[in-house]
């Protein structure tokens, strides 16, 4: 019989946490939970609701208020706000741009985290973040950390842009992305940061394929 773990899977923006992710929860028959749309799902209601990122209680409010589902979808994990598919919405640069704000907030973090854990009761999960091995699952049997440079990460979301025939502009998405990564690892509440018994990965260099046969192979030493 094999053993059900939980793989936590953690590092910055464009690092490969959830095309790599997805893949292993898909080879292991696991559930997939991106949390990071979570995050941004409430950012795009804010903004949509005219409602100020730095008002925690409003944002409260409005997280308390919207029924928040995540489906499994053939592209991954698809997001619903009160019953309307947002999957797309929550990419917008408006949303990668504001979600740091309203990710910074203690109260908005003890209730996603909290969900986030009732996801993962039953195990057979793969979860990925900022803050999955230090806070949601701190006793995950596998925990990743992932890296690249901001120059490849941004380069990788450039070229998401360019084929999906988006505007993209490489020199704003370092600036972009370095604030962001800034943002996330200088907020008081659960900052970016790689768990003490996680196992670093830096994915500049590798392909996804090489990515996916580390974890896999970690996991499997678990199983
Ligand atoms: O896909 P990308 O790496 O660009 O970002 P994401 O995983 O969708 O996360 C968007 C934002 O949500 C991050 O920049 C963090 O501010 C926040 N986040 C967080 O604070 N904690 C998490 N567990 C996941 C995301
Ligand atoms: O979830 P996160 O923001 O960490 O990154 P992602 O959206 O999974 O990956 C960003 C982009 O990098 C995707 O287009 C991947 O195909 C690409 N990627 C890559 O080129 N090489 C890797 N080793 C991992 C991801």
Do not use: W
């Amino acid at each position: 019989m094999t053993n059900k773990i939980s793989i936590a899977i953690d590092g910055p923006a464009a690092a490969g946490k959830s095309t790599v992710a997805k893949i292993v929860a898909e080879k292991l028959s696991y559930i997939y939970i991106d949390t990071g749309a979570m995050y941004r799902a409430l950012t795009y209601k804010a903004i949509t609701n005219h409602c100020s990122l730095e008002d925690e209680l409003e944002l409260m409010k409005i997280l308390n208020d919207t029924s928040m589902e995540l489906l499994p979808g053939e592209l991954g994990q698809l997001i619903y706000l009160d019953g309307q598919n947002v999957t797309n919405e929550i990419r917008s640069s408006e949303v990668t741009n504001s979600v740091s704000i309203v990710a910074k907030h203690k109260l908005v973090r003890e209730e996603m985290v909290s969900r986030q854990q009732s996801f993962a009761k039953t195990g057979g999960v793969v979860m990925d973040g900022r803050d999955i091995g230090t806070h949601v699952l701190p006793e995950a049997e596998v925990k990743v950390f992932l890296l690249a440079s901001v120059e490849e990460r941004a380069v990788r979301r450039h070229n998401e842009n360019i084929q999906k025939g988006f505007p993209s502009d490489l020199e704003k998405l370092i600036e972009e992305i370095a604030l962001r990564d800034k943002l996330d690892s200088e907020r008081e509440v659960a900052p970016l940061k790689k768990a003490e018994d996680a196992i670093e990965i830096d994915t500049t260099s590798l392909s996804i394929e090489q990515v996916v046969d580390e974890i896999m192979n970690l996991a499997n030493e678990r199983i």
